[in-house]
């Protein structure tokens, strides 16, 4: 094994792949949520959506196959996916993030939301929704470090969810084989 590797555990909380998914990554201080819209309302009280975090919204676009995205961060998280329930048609699915252990503060929870942003625009893997692209707030060399090693290991398990909006060109391949897999659960 390389210092690389890792392992994700995957909890289908409606006992199918389409209903909301838990993802626990090794090494990682973070936890990733996929709620679909349908089943937002019934995860208001989920302690992940009542502290600070970011969010990916999803959903089908009509340019060239691919998914719109908006990005977005939030404290407590549950109040802007409410908000973005009522005014945004064009999503299906949230991928949430949040630390499990607070250990993330506003100011990284801003940058990582930047960072996305500017990827994702980068990549033109996606049609993004954000009109604003957020400044890159300023961090200590410390809270930069820990959160570039949170980006990492959210960038990571993306694929996995078969999202690739913030792939550089030429990393397209890379979690193809697993993507395929997971995509047959």
């Known amino acids: 094994m390389t210092g690389k ?3 994700v555990r995957i909890f289908f909380q409606e006992g199918h792949a389409d209903g ?3 993802l626990a990554k090794s090494k990682w201080s973070g936890r990733c ?3 679909p819209r349908a ?3 019934a995860e208001k009280k989920r302690p992940e959506l009542n502290t600070s975090g970011l969010y990916i919204l999803v959903g089908p676009s009509t340019e060239n196959n691919l998914a719109s995205v908006y990005i977005g961060e939030a404290d ?3 109040r802007d996916l409410q908000r973005h329930d009522a005014e945004k048609s ?3 699915r949230a991928i949430v ?3 499990k252990d607070g250990s993330l503060n506003g100011t990284q929870i ?3 939301a930047s960072r996305l942003v500017k990827r994702a625009k980068e990549s033109k893997n996606a049609h993004l929704d954000n009109v604003i692209t957020p400044e890159f707030p300023e961090l200590s060399a410390t809270e930069l470090s820990d959160a570039e090693a949170f980006l990492a290991h959210m960038l990571s398990v993306l694929p996995l969810l078969g999202l690739r909006a913030f792939e550089r060109p030429g990393n397209e391949k890379i979690f193809e084989s697993v993507g395929q897999r997971i995509d047959r659960l």
């Open 5 to 7: 590797s890792f392992s």
């Open 20 to 22: 909301v998914l838990v």
């Open 97 to 99: 993030f949040a630390s």
């Open 39 to 41: 089943s937002l309302a």
């Open 33 to 35: 949520l996929v709620i």
């Open 90 to 92: 064009f999503w299906d």
């Open 110 to 112: 801003q940058y990582l």
């Open 76 to 78: 407590p998280l549950w």
